[in-house]
């Protein structure tokens, strides 16, 4: 249970390989509202709520873009299993490049941190972790397409999906607790979607695989089809159990 909401991030953060190219699609204020749910005994049962949440940053030296994202249980289920989590992002705005990642976890009494400082120049990033004991830093090769889970998403919907023909497979790596994740992806084609925060919406249907997830092209990101490739549904399929994250709000859209 504890790896639920990691795992469920991993398939929402991993679809199309990114490139760095001018950021058209993510705007400077946007937020990005969904409900988890998971499958108990049959039935949908709404467990926590993940919010996204874009600001622009300027440091007095270089002005980013903050991408973070929290998730938390609802207040009924934490007896349960109690869930915070913040995840973060800093990225350049023109690309959406990134520089630093930050993770603090907190489920079920389980605690860790991470962060992620990247360098271009070196070609490397400096991972450091820490759960109870000091803090353990590890110095990390970046190839070109090197990314969090974070910063992957939005380079994601930043892309030319619509240039990609049905049935395009995709191999992409992505770096989570400081080790290279596998991610195999297949684009489906285009279904109409009924969210509770934009209506119907056409979008890209999106399969993601790997070796954490169950089944093949059983885990799905919706994509909007227009300008901001909103995820509006992912579903998910471990080996914990089925679930879903749903789009209920949506605010300070770029297009």
Known sequence: MRKLFIVTLLLSFSSIIAQKTANTSIGENEKLVYTV???????????????????????????????????????KWDSFFKIRDVYEAYVNPSNLTPYLYKRDINEGGYIKKEKYVYSYKKKTIKATMQKKKEPNTKVLKMNNNTYDVVSTLYHIRNMDIQKAPVGTNQKITILFDRKPQTVYLKLLGKETISTKAMGNKECYKIAVNNNSLKGTNKNIVYLTADGNKVPVLIKFSIPAGTGQLSLTQASGLKN
């Open 37 to 75: 749910s998971y499958n108990m005994s049959g039935l949908l049962t709404n467990l926590a709520q993940v919010t996204m949440q874009t600001t622009r940053v300027n440091t007095g030296k270089s002005n980013y873009l903050r991408l973070k994202c929290n998730a938390a249980t609802y207040s």
